[in-house]
């Protein structure tokens, strides 16, 4: 083989700027539908009158962005497949979102998740939360905008998604979000079709990927240091995908958009059988791209100069005789790119506008607070755009974005479940808390970018450049395999290298262990009493807020606090 490939045609571009024009052309749509609906809420939460089905699309794509489309395979090509293991955290992860986090977000009628922790603990517990989810998410917008050459690919990323999210609000993201999932799996089941002709059939992939040691799935070692074994994965993947669903302002600002508690659940199980699809489609692309290449490793061979570059050489190289084609993938991993950063820049001008400008002026008027959340959207916009050059210095995109989620996300998860799994903890434990779990987090997660993990813990399966021209193969092999630095520190080959899908257990455990100490410490140290009036003040404020709520969404009148008002029909 050579590293020549074919280049973008005409109709490559005709079709990727298709998908631009749609989005961009939904956006317009519900600007001129919603127009005469001027009120903040309708912007931020679509009047909370939306149904499953469109929500479980949008949730699908906006957590299944380039990473998984450009990431995931390339993962599974040098790694294996047992990224599959994800099937099972995502479904203890749906079943705990929608079991534990969405009713208590639900009906309580916030529209800020950290609305929640004033009412739970008080208002600096609340801006501590706020401040930190500005990090992560300005953190993370880069990594879903990597994996592209071009900087006009970014800047158009961040046009596009600011402008139909500042002209149709969530309405106009949530249906694009749907449109984007359609062309996600369409560009996914075409490179799987094409590139299970060429090499022979599902048979021959299946077999050169059993050969390869593609198939070594179910690995229970249990030592912690180990990249990806069962383990990591199930019960890793569960705490960082939990911070990613359970208590992100993403998923739960449009679980609230939806009409009822009941809409809200069975979009998120919806959205799950999505998240399969996706994934199972993800890893199929690896095995098939694995057999494509199995005796001439393009990364090895320096014909790309990144791993994550891997899916878009094989696409332009299966595809070098159908024009067009080539432009359906690049759209397919927009497509995902798209839906996470409008995403990210609805939640956070969301956030914004709850938590610090309402806050800061209670009585602005519904017409000015549109207009600022739509400003808070353009500035989010041109953020997004600029945080992409600070991620392209980071690496592989899976293991980049997952450990910034991880990082920040566990601390947040724990922060949340201390407020929700134990009703005594007060305001200190989690200040306390929050503060150890992102000391924790962070300690393990910038050690590890430090301090890479040994070869022996990470290292990827065989790749061959036997029948590859134009390059030296004993070369190319020899330098595929890093040795490890001998002026290493102790905890570089302990701590800091731990597996990255721990972090945000690491970060949670922290929160939750610490903010629970606090607590027993104030209870021992202060008068039963105290301690007790306290707790039991904040749980009923809570528990009143919530009341107030659900009895101004339901004005059907009932005689009593255990009558409840009958179900609109």
């Known amino acids: 083989r050579t590293p020549e490939v074919k ?25 001129v539908k919603e127009r005469k609906k001027k009120t903040s809420k309708e912007f931020l939460v679509g009047g909370k009158q939306m149904t499953c089905g469109p929500i479980a699309f949008s949730l699908t794509s906006s957590f299944m962005s380039a990473v998984t489309v450009l990431g ?12 599959v293991l994800f099937f099972l955290s995502y479904a203890l992860v749906i079943i705990f979102t929608a079991e534990l986090f969405l009713p208590v977000f639900y009906r309580s009628g916030i529209t800020s998740t950290y609305e929640y922790l004033e009412l739970r603990f008080n208002k600096i517990v609340r801006l501590a939360m706020t401040y930190f989810h500005f990090i992560n998410h300005l953190g993370f917008f880069g990594f879903t905008v990597t994996g592209f050459d071009l900087w006009g690919s970014v800047v158009a990323t961040g046009i596009v ?17 749907a449109f984007q999932m359609l062309v996600m799996v369409a560009g996914f089941v075409t490179v799987l079709i094409r590139g299970t002709t060429l090499n022979g059939g599902s048979t021959k992939v299946w077999e050169d990927a059993y050969e390869g040691s593609r198939l070594n799935i179910f690995d229970f070692d249990i030592d912690p240091l180990r990249r990806h074994t069962f383990w990591t994965i199930v019960i890793g993947g569960t705490f960082t995908w939990l911070g990613l669903y359970g208590v992100n302002q993403s998923t739960i600002q449009r679980c609230i958009s939806c009409k009822s508690e009941k809409h809200a659940k069975l979009a998120l199980y919806l959205n799950l059988l999505g998240l399969w699809t996706v994934l199972v489609c993800a890893v199929f692309c690896g095995l098939v791209m694995y057999s494509h290449y199995k005796s001439c490793d393009p990364w090895t061979a320096d014909f790309i100069s990144a791993p994550d570059q891997l899916m878009p050489y094989f696409v332009m190289d299966i595809f070098s005789s159908m024009p067009g084609v080539p432009g359906l993938f690049v759209a397919c991993a927009f497509s995902g790119t798209l839906s996470t950063v409008a995403a990210s820049i609805n939640a956070l001008a969301t956030v914004t ?12 008027s519904e017409k000015m607070s549109t207009w600022i959340s739509k400003g808070l959207c353009i500035l989010y916009g041109v953020l997004c755009t600029s945080m992409a050059a600070a991620a392209s210095l980071l690496g592989g995109v899976v293991q980049a974005s997952l450990s910034i989620h991880g990082m920040c996300g566990g601390p947040m998860l724990g922060l949340f479940t201390l407020g929700i799994v134990f009703p005594c903890a007060n305001w200190k434990g989690a200040v306390g808390g929050l503060l150890a779990g992102i000391t924790l987090a962070f300690w393990a997660g910038t050690g590890s970018f430090i301090y890479p993990a040994p070869p022996t813990k990470s290292i990827p399966l065989q790749l061959s ?53 606090i607590y027993i410490n104030a209870f021992a140290q202060e008068p039963d009493s105290a301690v007790k009036t306290a707790s039991k003040e904040s749980s009923e404020h809570l528990v009143i807020h919530t009341q107030e709520r659900v009895a101004s969404s339901n004005p059907a009148p009932h005689t009593s606090c255990s009558e409840a008002p009958k179900a609109h029909t």
């Open 72 to 83: 995931t395979p390339s993962e599974v090509y040098r790694y294996g497949a047992s990224f």
């Open 7 to 31: 280049k973008f045609v005409a109709w490559d571009y005709v079709v990727f700027a298709a998908l631009f024009l749609v989005c961009a052309s939904i956006g317009v749509f519900f600007a």
């Open 465 to 517: 450049t036997l029948n590859c021209t134009l390059v030296n193969s004993t070369e190319a092999l020899t330098t595929a395999a890093s040795t490890a630095s001998s002026d290493r520190p102790f905890l570089a080959d302990t701590w800091y290298s731990l597996s990255y899908l721990y972090f945000s257990a690491i970060g949670c455990l922290g929160c939750a262990i610490t903010g629970t100490h």
């Open 161 to 177: 998604c600011t402008f139909y999210c500042t002209l149709g609000g969530l309405k106009a993201v949530v249906w694009t979000d």
């Open 353 to 364: 506008f709850e938590d610090l400008v309402k806050k800061g002026f209670p009585n602005l």
